[in-house]
């Protein structure tokens, strides 16, 4: 089911047209990047036996919080802390898909 709901998000985004103002890519880069994350730390306690979907629920709706208030702060301030937050979880990405690769090949 989660592979069907994957595909369908998918196609649905190759068929339908839409544009994001310019004032939200900043806000939509974190908030995909966040949600990625999300996805391979609760994929890595999946292949580990520890995922709780509370704790990856938990953990998705908190980092896109802080990424967006942290590109919100930013943007006030005239500084683009998005960065902060980019690095962040571009680290995190990379960590969790390295420890998922070294899980899967044992």
Wanted: charged content about 15%; cysteine-free.
């Amino acid at each position: 089911m989660p592979l069907f709901g994957l595909l369908l998000g998918i196609l649905l985004g190759l068929l339908v047209r839409f544009e994001i103002p310019a004032v939200y890519a900043r806000y939509l880069s974190v908030a995909v990047l966040a949600a990625l994350d999300s996805s391979f730390g609760g994929l890595r306690a999946l292949i580990e036996r520890s995922f709780s979907s509370r704790i990856f629920l938990s953990g998705f709706v908190s980092n896109t919080i802080l990424a967006a208030l942290i590109t919100f702060l930013g943007d006030r301030m005239g500084v683009n802390l998005y960065l902060a937050a980019v690095v962040a979880f571009g680290v995190r990405l990379f960590q969790n898909l390295a420890a998922i690769r070294r899980l899967l090949i044992k």
